[in-house]
C-alpha cells in the first residue's frame, strides 16, 4: 500500500469570485523509501500539492489519503495528532526557533506532544545528520547548511511516514545544496520514508528516484528511475 496516495484530486481557490484551479485531476502514489522530486514553473501546483500531501489543506474534489485513510475523514484532533505522528516538514526558510539551542528545537515536537523520550530521540536523530558536537549552540551560530540539517533532524525526530520538503536547497549554495540532498536521499532510503520534494533544481530533482512534471495543475510526465 503506498503511504501517500492521491486519486485525481482538484484543488479551486476563489479570488475575487472567480474559481482558480491549482490542481486538476491529479492522481500519485508514493511509496516508503521513495524520494519523489516535483518540478516546474511558479504556479504550476507544487506547493499546493505539499500542503494537501500534509493535510494542512484539503481536495476540492477527490481524495488524499495517508497511510490508507482519506485526510477529509478525520476531525481537528485527529488531524493535529496526524500531521503530529505521520508529517515531518522541511522548508526553505529552515523554520528554527532562535531563542532555543540546536537540540531545543529537535526535541520540540515530541515535548509538543507530551513524549518522554524527547532528549534522547532528539540526540539520536542529531547523530543522523552529524551534528551531535553542536547541541547546545543557538541557530544564529550556525552556518545555513547546518541550520538545514537541523531542521531535517526536528522534521524526523518523530519517525514521520512521510517527509514534505518545500525547496530545502533554495537558501545554500551549490556545495552545500548538494550535503543537504545527499542526506535526504540516504534517509529515505534507510528509514523507508516517503519523500515529496518540490524543487525548481535541475540538480536536486536528480538525486530522486521518481521525478514528477508539473505544469497548470496537471502531471504532464513522471519519470521512475
Sequence with gaps: MSILSMQKVVKEYFTNGQAVQALAGVTLD???????????????????????????????????RIDGVATSSFNDAELTKLRRDK????????????????????ELP?????????????????EWVELEGLRDRFPHQLSGGQMQRVAIARALVHSPKILLADEPTGNLDTATGSVILQLLQRLTHEKKTATIMATHS???AEVCDTLVQLRDGRIVEATWR
Design 30 to 64: 508514493v511509496n516508503a523509501g521513495e524520494f519523489v522530486a516535483l518540478v516546474g514553473r511558479s504556479g504550476c501546483g507544487k506547493s499546493t500539492l505539499l500542503n494537501l500531501a500534509g493535510a494542512m489543506d484539503f481536495p476540492t474534489g477527490g481524495v488524499v
Design 87 to 106: 508529517v515531518g516538514f522541511i522548508f526553505q526558510s529552515f523554520q528554527l526557533l532562535h531563542t532555543l539551542t540546536v537540540i531545543e528545537n529537535v
Design 202 to 204: 535541475p540538480e536536486a
Design 110 to 126: 515530541l515535548l509538543l506532544s507530551g513524549q518522554n523520550h524527547a532528549r534522547e530521540a532528539a540526540n539520536q536523530r542529531l
